[in-house]
């Protein structure tokens, strides 16, 4: 991919939903563009629509207008198998870390399902060395590995939901809130992480938040979705 190509472009798009027959626009004619390795935030008040945007960017929800291109192709209209195929190099981590991994797992288990969905890599060995450099470049011990979610703070799971972005290698991702429910420290912590791993590894962010001061430190530009 060129240094001039964007990895998620939106051109126009509106989004209302409809409930007890009135219609409620959330955001119409909304544009944006990221390059492999920048950060843009998007900042708004509680309900104005932040999340959903971050969905629709990632085709888990239609816009009522307007297009989305994913490495240059407009989603709607690539084949189902194109658009599967292009699936997993747009990722998304969650708000609330406790959701992210499913509780009866170690982590060890649940990153392995990850690698073993997304190559052709069999042998054990090699997983599980894939899975050691993931979680070291989110400074992690590899003793963590043996835990189950519940079994971890907060901010050791968000580090693990993003050493599953790193191991899937997406082009680019949604940060939805990825630090507000976690303390000061853990959030700066968890904001360079996202910074450097951005760069280092060339993929474009979306970062979510209603924190301002946040976003103008993390991003290169901070739109803002204020109706
Ligand atoms: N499927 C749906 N049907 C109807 N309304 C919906 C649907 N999904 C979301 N909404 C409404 O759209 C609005 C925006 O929701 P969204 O979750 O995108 O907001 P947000 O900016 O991410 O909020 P927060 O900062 O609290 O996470 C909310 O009022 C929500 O109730
Ligand atoms: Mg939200």
């Excluded at 051109?11 to 119409?28: A, D, H, P, V």
């Excluded at 993931?134 to 050493?163: C, H, T, W």
């Excluded at 976690?182 to 970062?207: C, P, T, W, Y």
């Amino acid at each position: 991919m060129s240094d001039d190509a964007y990895c998620i472009e939106a051109e126009n798009i509106t989004k209302s939903f409809f409930s007890r027959g009135y219609e409620n626009t959330l955001f119409s004619s909304f544009s944006i563009k990221v390059k492999p390795g920048e950060i843009i935030g998007l900042y708004g008040p509680s309900g104005c629509g932040k999340t959903t945007l971050g969905d629709i960017l990632l085709g888990l929800q239609f816009p009522n207008k307007g297009k989305i291109f994913w490495n240059g192709n407009d989603i709607q209209k690539l084949s189902r198998n194109s658009r599967m195929a292009l699936r997993p190099y747009f990722q998304k981590i969650y708000q609330d870390p406790s959701t992210s991994f499913p509780p009866h797992q170690t982590m060890e288990a649940a990153l392995t399902d990850v690698v073993k969905h997304n190559t052709l890599t069999t042998t054990k060995e090699i997983i599980h060395q894939k899975i050691v450099t993931a979680i070291n470049d989110v400074d992690l011990e590899r003793q963590l590995l043996k835990r189950y979610p519940r079994q971890l703070s907060g901010g050791e799971i968000q580090r693990f939901a993003l050493s599953r972005v790193l191991l899937l290698k997406p082009l680019f991702f949604v940060a939805d809130e990825p630090t507000s429910r976690l303390d000061l420290s853990v959030q700066a912590r968890i904001v360079r992480l996202i910074m450097h791993l951005a760069k280092e590894r060339r993929m474009g962010v979306l970062f979510i938040s209603h924190d301002l001061e946040l976003l103008k430190i993390a991003c290169k530009n901070v739109l803002s979705l204020a109706r």
